[in-house]
């Protein structure tokens, strides 16, 4: 129940494409999704995040799709650069609970 | 400042030292996490604080030891370590207990 599961495992994407990243859950409790991005050797940064209120939130290149009766959501990042290429974790959270992870995605963007 | 200050970044020690890891972070955030990471996994949740008393304690071995002497700073103490507790050490910190989290950049602790 408080698994968040994340796909593809590892992605590789052409400069200027999209990258398409997963994720699943099954408790509907949760009510807060973001997305962090991390390089080697740094601590996870707050890409951006949705609420189930919203089927779609957009930053930038980045966009969280989110299907409540589905119970899933996904990441999309237009135009992928090289510079893009980093760990990508969604997560799932409720009030007075903590962060659950989903297990990660190595993207890599090839010039 | 919106930053989350994790010293020393990288420490190496033998099995029967002491050491401190130290976070330090001045949003005004009241909850206060230290998460550890191994390779190629996500990070995952050691304690969390909140209003500088600790509020949850994942089964954490009693070699470490958290400490949050006030509401800008949270340590984590450090003895008798195995190996296997090689990893990165990320501290992070919330408004409260429901929001985005702020990372630091963390600590790569190598026990020897």
């Known amino acids: 129940q408080q698994q968040v599961k994340q796909s593809p495992q590892s992605l590789i994407v052409q400069k200027g494409g999209i990258s398409i990243i997963n994720c699943a859950y099954e408790n509907t409790a949760f009510d807060y999704f973001p997305w962090y991005q991390q390089f080697p050797g740094k601590g996870p940064a707050l890409l951006i995040a949705i609420r189930p209120d919203v089927s779609e939130k957009k930053e930038g290149r980045f966009t969280i799709s989110f299907n409540k009766s589905a119970k899933q959501f996904s990441l999309h990042i237009m135009d992928s650069q090289p510079g893009d290429s980093a760990t990508y974790f969604c997560?799932?959270?409720?009030?007075?609970?903590?962060?659950?992870f989903g297990p990660g995605t190595r993207l890599s963007v090839l010039p | 400042d919106t930053e989350v200050t994790q010293t020393p970044k990288h420490l190496v020690m033998g099995m029967t030292n002491k050491k401190s890891l130290k976070c330090e972070q001045h949003?005004?955030?009241?909850?206060m996490y230290w998460y550890k990471q191994k390779a190629k996994k996500p990070p995952e949740l050691m304690f969390v604080y909140s209003y500088e008393k600790l509020s949850i304690n994942e089964s954490v071995p009693s070699r470490f030891s958290p400490e949050c002497p006030n509401s800008s700073l949270l340590n984590l103490h450090l003895h008798a370590l195995q190996p296997e507790d090689s990893a990165l050490y990320l501290c992070?910190?919330?408004?409260?207990?429901?929001?985005?989290?702020?990372f630091g950049s963390g600590t790569r602790l190598t026990v020897v």
């Open positions: 949003m005004g955030h009241r909850a």
């Open positions: 992070a910190s919330s408004q409260d207990l429901y929001g985005g989290y702020t």
């Open positions: 997560a799932a959270y409720n009030y007075g609970q903590n962060f659950v």
